[in-house]
């Protein structure tokens, strides 16, 4: 069990609750954070890059000149990769950079990053998120309690503050459905709504 700090709509502190999770120092893994973010990274990438070997270059059938007299050393192709035109030696080829995380780990990491930010009192808890959807309100508000930069979860994803934090400079909105452990350590603050914050908890439990 552990505690952490509720806040109103206009962020200001109304109490304290408990939580069934174990939110202390002790929990905090900073390998299972560093194996999840880099996987979420590495998923992110493509991996279409290609380029043609000399036996994928079209062409070149023809040796591109006489074998002795040019002064030149010899060819056989004009496809070989010494020659301009010719193919990639060792070059990239499309492939799968995807890493797989499993759910323990994927846990492990949420939990780590909870009770990091709520160490560093990063944690900021909201009772009930209202807002009109505005991103000019939200970043006052926010810059005037000195929590920016921050990511933003919201229990429901219809929920307007979502909307308005999504145009935030220095901050996101996700719900929590898309809770991203990178998206967690990117921002300095974790402003999560009060049941969002439950569905996370529900999942440690």
Same mark, same amino acid.
């Not at 040796?63 to 020659?83: E, Y």
């Given at each position: 069990? /552990?505690?952490?700090?509720?806040?109103?709509?206009?962020?200001?502190?109304?109490?304290?609750?408990?939580?069934?999770?174990?939110?202390?120092?002790?929990?905090?893994?900073?390998?299972?954070?560093?194996?999840?973010?880099?996987?979420?990274? +590495? &998923?992110?990438?493509?991996?279409?890059?290609?380029?043609?070997? $000399?036996?994928?270059?079209?062409?070149?059938?023809?040796?591109?000149?006489?074998?002795?007299?040019?002064?030149?050393? $010899?060819?056989?192709?004009?496809? *070989?990769?010494?020659?301009?035109?010719?193919?990639?030696?060792?070059?990239? #080829?499309?492939?799968?950079? *995807?890493?797989?995380?499993?759910?323990?780990?994927?846990?492990? %990491?949420?939990? /780590?990053?909870?009770?990091?930010?709520?160490?560093?009192? +990063?944690?900021?808890?909201?009772?009930?998120?209202? *807002?009109?959807?505005?991103?000019?309100?939200?970043? +006052?508000?926010?810059?005037?309690?000195?929590?920016?930069?921050?990511?933003?979860? +919201?229990?429901? #994803?219809? &929920?307007?503050?979502?909307?308005? %934090?999504? &145009?935030?400079?220095?901050?996101?909105?996700?719900?929590?459905?898309?809770? *991203?452990?990178?998206?967690?350590?990117?921002?300095? &603050?974790?402003?999560?709504?009060?049941?969002?914050?439950?569905?996370?908890?529900?999942?440690?439990?």
């Amino acid at each position: 069990m /552990s505690t952490v700090t509720v806040y109103n709509n206009k962020f200001d502190k109304v109490g304290e609750e408990k939580v069934s999770v174990d939110l202390s120092t002790e929990v905090i893994s900073t390998a299972a954070v560093h194996q999840v973010v880099k996987a979420l990274l +590495a &998923n992110r990438r493509a991996g279409t890059a290609s380029t043609k070997n $000399r036996s994928q270059v079209r062409g070149g059938g023809a040796k591109p000149f006489k074998q002795k007299g040019t002064g030149r050393a $010899r060819q056989g192709t004009s496809r *070989s990769p010494l020659m301009p035109g010719g193919g990639r030696v060792f070059g990239p #080829t499309p492939r799968d950079f *995807s890493q797989k995380v499993n759910k323990k780990m994927m846990l492990k %990491a949420i939990q /780590s990053v909870l009770a990091d930010k709520n160490n560093e009192g +990063a944690l900021i808890v909201v009772d009930d998120f209202k *807002s009109d959807g505005k991103t000019k309100d939200l970043f +006052a508000t926010l810059t005037k309690k000195d929590l920016l930069p921050a990511l933003v979860v +919201a229990n429901d #994803t219809e &929920n307007k503050v979502l909307h308005a %934090a999504g &145009n935030l400079q220095y901050g996101k909105g996700l719900p929590v459905k898309g809770f *991203s452990v990178y998206e967690a350590v990117k921002y300095k &603050n974790l402003i999560i709504e009060k049941s969002a914050l439950e569905a996370l908890v529900g999942r440690l439990a």
